[in-house]
């Protein structure tokens, strides 16, 4: 039995120092509830800045013979929760994006000894290829010495999550017609469940505090070779007034259908958040009284995505549909006056109101030899955005974009491999380049280290700049989106056999192409703790992570990133609402930190995680608008989360396999770029707790 990592993306080498970053492990490697992390309310932005955002594809076969009906299972070690897909004809498999977080990747088919492989998820954006070659196993009448390629099978059972194991020795089983003890537990693998329930409270300024309720369920069954997996996320927050009726300060809705068939694959989405007036995070509500019913923010989405073996390679699609009403704006009016800047709208210059997008992507992958792959695609992008620019106004005519991407990796020698891409974009009538180069080299047994660096090349200065959504733990590769990108990164394994222990680090240089909304986290309800990053800023990154087993059952994750930079412009705008002739320099800080560990005997998970965000807007030049004072602060919140969670292995009853409790605390302090009356400095409290059980 051996597996081998495509020459893929260079990511697939777990390389990618980003995997141990805090934004990865707080929302989703945090053991969660058999699932999701807390209060995650589903937030999915589309990522446009990426085109070729990635799944796990990979083969499985024994010797140069593929293997059709192979089961292969991804198991999330974080989660503690598993999907399933089978070959095709020609030995492929694919799985839809992953989150990222640390996943335990099983192939098997009867006959054969199982194979299994430790893969890291960086970002749910990573492209990654996972090659598996089983051995067969041989059969002795009973009461016959086991042979060493017994020992290799058992072995290997030690490896394998239990709920995985159940179903490969079910397959077993029926392989050998053992059908007299197979019934119930074939009724059990063609259906599961998963129920978890959220309730807590959190201070929402003054006298104020919100409740804080949710639910996920989610629902998998099969059906011959068909396979269904449904979703839901339910969130929701309610103010508590003394002596006052609950207000509803927003709530969020998230679903997705999966049905996969024969490799093939169909996946739809559609989730809807909404803001009623105010801000839980100490906004005055009686401020937006004169929005009555009408929610004050929101945004709704719909998509398909399809995914299809073609030929020698997979082909995808995929189409989206997403409305925002004063989601991504909605973060107060910024004006110069006689006492400086005042945060009451900060997005109004550099992100619309309101907008309407429709998008189209498609791209096709394959294998073009046993050490070069290449993909390519092309995407379509209608906007039709309301509000006002820098240098126009939002609204005028739809915004229309079209994209055509490549890329490839070539395996120059065993220990050397190239990466290579590029990204031409038209847009508004302009054209520009962005090539992209990179080398991943394997420096002994243990060092691995990556270089990559993009070039974006425009037709001519651009007067129109793109508004883009991105979330942190899903920016991981160097896109369209910057100007230029330079990444250098270096891993060591610590174990001289085992992948799970490694230390990272590395550093990134880049420049912004296009205004982005940053986000730090998918909860909507810290929507505000994200950063206004314009064109021309430029941001220096280092990362580090530590991963290291403690024992057999112990393991524990240590990472940390840092970032500052800036220099881009904005206009002002003054109390009148008009563009004021001053210009205003973006500067902007993060620190993100995390603590992990599991206890994997006694199914409990601890996650500390910090988080320190920070803007600031400062006048280029005296101007008598402007005091001479320093820095404007325009963000500056602090976040510091616990997260505990027990599994309750001992809780047994029909059909019931696995229950869990959760335990999560935060305490956040800071300003927000919204008009509060409440003291920066006071801390706001988080308590939540949540049960789930899996049938």
């Not at 009284?289 to 299809?308: C, I, K, M, N």
């Not at 005028?396 to 491999?417: A, K, L, M, Y």
């Not at 969670?645 to 047994?652: A, I, M, S």
Request: charged share 25%; net charge negative.
């Amino acid at each position: 039995m051996t597996c081998r990592m495509h020459p893929g993306d260079s990511r697939s080498t777990a390389v990618r120092v980003r995997m141990l970053s805090a934004g990865v492990l707080a929302p989703v490697a945090a053991i969660a509830l058999l699932g999701t992390a807390p209060l995650q309310a589903g937030l999915d932005l589309p990522s446009l800045g990426d085109p070729t955002a990635g799944r796990l594809v990979g083969r499985v076969h024994a010797g140069k013979a593929p293997l059709p009906a192979a089961r292969v299972y991804v198991y999330d070690v974080a989660a503690r929760s598993k999907q399933r897909t089978t070959t095709d004809r020609f030995g492929r498999y694919a799985f839809q994006p992953l989150p990222a977080g640390v996943y335990r990747v099983i192939a098997h088919r009867p006959g054969f000894v199982p194979a299994v492989a430790e893969l890291v998820r960086t970002t749910s954006e990573s492209a990654q290829s996972l090659d598996f070659e089983l051995s067969a196993r041989e059969r002795r009448p009973a009461g016959e010495e086991t042979g060493a390629d017994e020992e290799d099978f058992w072995s290997v059972r030690e490896r394998i999550p239990n709920d995985v194991l159940r179903q490969i020795q079910i397959a077993e089983a029926i392989a050998e017609d053992q059908d007299w003890a197979l019934e119930s537990a074939v009724q059990r693998e063609r259906f599961e469940a998963e129920l978890r329930t959220l309730s807590g409270i959190e201070d929402a300024g003054g006298d104020a505090g919100a409740r804080v309720l949710g639910s996920q369920f989610d629902l998998r069954s099969r059906f011959g070779e068909t396979h269904l997996a449904l979703r839901s996320d339910l969130r929701e927050f309610e103010r508590q007034v003394f002596n006052e009726d609950h207000q509803q300060l927003g709530d969020s809705q998230a679903f997705a259908l999966d049905v996969n068939h024969r490799g093939s694959n169909v996946q739809i989405t559609s989730q809807r958040h909404r803001f009623h007036g105010g801000d839980f995070h100490g906004g005055d509500a009686a401020a937006w009284d004169d929005w009555g019913p009408t929610p004050f923010a929101g945004l709704e989405s719909y998509g398909l995505r399809v995914e299809q073996a073609a030929g020698a390679g997979g082909a995808h699609f995929e189409a989206r549909y997403t409305a925002d009403q004063n989601f991504h704006h909605g973060f107060g009016d910024l004006y110069a006056g006689q006492s400086g800047l005042h945060s009451l709208a900060l997005a109004a210059i550099d992100s619309p109101m309101s907008s309407t997008t429709l998008e189209f992507r498609g791209g096709y992958e394959r294998q073009i030899t046993a050490n070069a792959s290449l993909e390519a695609g092309l995407s379509y992008r209608e906007r039709q955005a309301y509000g006002n620019g820098r240098f126009s106004t939002w609204g005028e005519d739809p915004h229309q974009r079209f994209d055509v991407f490549s890329q490839g990796n070539w395996e120059i020698q065993p220990t050397v491999v190239l990466e290579y891409g590029m990204f031409s974009t038209l847009s508004d009538g302009n054209v520009s380049f962005t090539p992209r180069a990179g080398f991943v080299v394997e420096l002994g047994s243990n060092w691995l280290a990556a270089v990559s660096a993009s070039e974006r090349v425009d037709s001519e200065h651009l007067l129109f700049r793109d508004f883009l959504q991105v979330q942190y733990h899903d920016d991981d590769a160097c896109t369209a989106t910057f100007e230029h990108c330079y990444r250098i990164e270096l891993s060591r394994r610590l174990g001289a056999t085992d992948d799970s222990s490694r230390v990272e680090f590395g550093v990134t240089q880049r420049q912004f192409a296009d205004s982005v909304r940053l986000y730090f986290s998918r909860d909507i309800f810290e929507r505000l703790e994200s950063l206004l990053l314009l064109d021309g800023d430029q941001v220096a990154e280092l990362h580090f992570g530590l991963q290291q087993r403690l024992g057999e059952k112990i393991l524990t994750r240590i990472s940390s990133s840092a970032a500052t930079g800036g220099g881009g412009l904005l206009r002002a705008v003054d109390g009148s609402g008009n563009l004021d002739s001053s210009n205003l320099e973006n500067r902007v800080r993060y620190v993100i930190a995390s603590i992990d560990t599991q206890f994997e005997r006694s199914a409990t998970g601890v996650l500390l995680a910090f988080r320190r965000v920070d803007q600031e807007l400062s006048p280029v030049a005296r101007d008598a608008q402007f005091p001479p004072a320093g820095p404007n602060s325009v963000l500056s919140v602090e976040r510091l989360q616990l997260l505990l969670t027990q599994g309750l292995p001992w809780v047994t009853g029909t059909g019931i396999q696995d229950w869990a409790l959760q335990l999560e605390m935060q305490l956040s302090r800071g300003h927000l770029p919204v008009h509060s009356s409440q003291d920066p400095d006071q801390l706001r409290r988080r308590v939540v707790a949540g049960i789930a059980v899996r049938f």
